[in-house]
């Protein structure tokens, strides 16, 4: 969401005529920050300190993104050399501004060809209507807003027909997106866009486990465009802890929503975030979370450590009972187990032939990509592959985290 949204700044920036440079020859200087954790947020304060020796009369410092709903002007008064606080998608008054204070206008346009890559973020829906106990988004980021169907295909196909290959869809919880003129959810969305002429790829994410819909994963299953990895967070394999984070469903259900996607695609990639230590986790429960992780054998495992965030409920009415040492006793025992579950996974895929959307080349030269289940593949003797093209590659060695293979015959 955040490289989304940097995204769309930087579109608005090109087309007033900057262009992005090295920061020593830099006028102006933009964070776009996220503050779902602590350290984010450290590392912000971190940066506007580094920049007080980088600021001039003739440079400007400007913060967007998520602190500055947390702290508002509050950025100002204790960062005085920062120039501009810029609210999440209220751009244009700022580019307006700088455009005013840097005229460059008797010098030539500078030529751009906007901001799309290989893959090409679209936000479906900003702000979030749950109220995890552990999350600060909906506080952050606001209460949802939908984008207009018409609206999201639309920069879809412009996206596409200015060279994207692959188009990810983007929602703080991306099934609970609803088109504001009724036209229909997610699935729907979904099967707009696919058709697009000359999309290779399509992703969306994340899921929720309270809202995602059978039909999603049928549509899933059909499609030769949308991709078979689901990013489906569960947080905690225990009913207890689930209750007190307020995610809305048991781990019954999540099950359910894995085994019903695995019936319809059996080669699913399944992504997964899990919190460790949360208030009140005991052992037992902490053993639940374990047993769930080595049951389901998801690909990837999102493992943290609970950290209160000032302004959550559960830092205001929970206590942050279990001690620091066993949280990291029991992240690095998830971390461990899922290393091992990773390592037999990817092996499943050696000889085997994949299609791999090629996204750039690594420090040896060598191209790379993901495969439809969202794995990484470095490729090896490619020849003049060059990044957006699309190859049948087949898989010779796997590590836990990526596939190594050669094109296919």
Known sequence: MNSADSESLARRLLAAGYVEDSLDRADVAILNTCVVRQASEDRVYSKLHELKEWKTEART?????????????????????????VPIGDYEAFVAGLEARY???????????????????????????????????PSVRGREKHVPMTSVVDECRQAVAAGAREVVLLGQNVDDYRDPDGRGGLAALVREVETIPGLRRLRFLTSHPQDLEPQLLEVMASSDVVCRELQLPVQSGDDTVLKRMARGYQTRHYRAIVENARRLMPDIGLVTDVIVGFPGETESAYLNTRALVEEIEFDVVHIAMYSPRPGTYAATKMSDDVPQEEKLRRLNDLLALQREIAARKTARWIGRDVEVLIEGRDELHRPYGRIRQGKRANVLRAGDIAPGDVINVRILQATAGQLTGMPAA
């Open 61 to 85: 410092i400007a913060v967007t993104g998520c602190i500055v709903a947390k702290e508002g002007d509050g950025l100002r008064r204790r960062f005085p050399h920062l120039d501009a606080v």
């Open 103 to 137: 005229d460059y206008s008797q010098g030539e346009p500078l030529p751009h060809s906007g901001r799309t890559g290989i893959s090409h973020f679209v936000r479906v829906i900003q702000g979030c209507d749950h109220n995890c106990t552990f999350c600060i988004v």
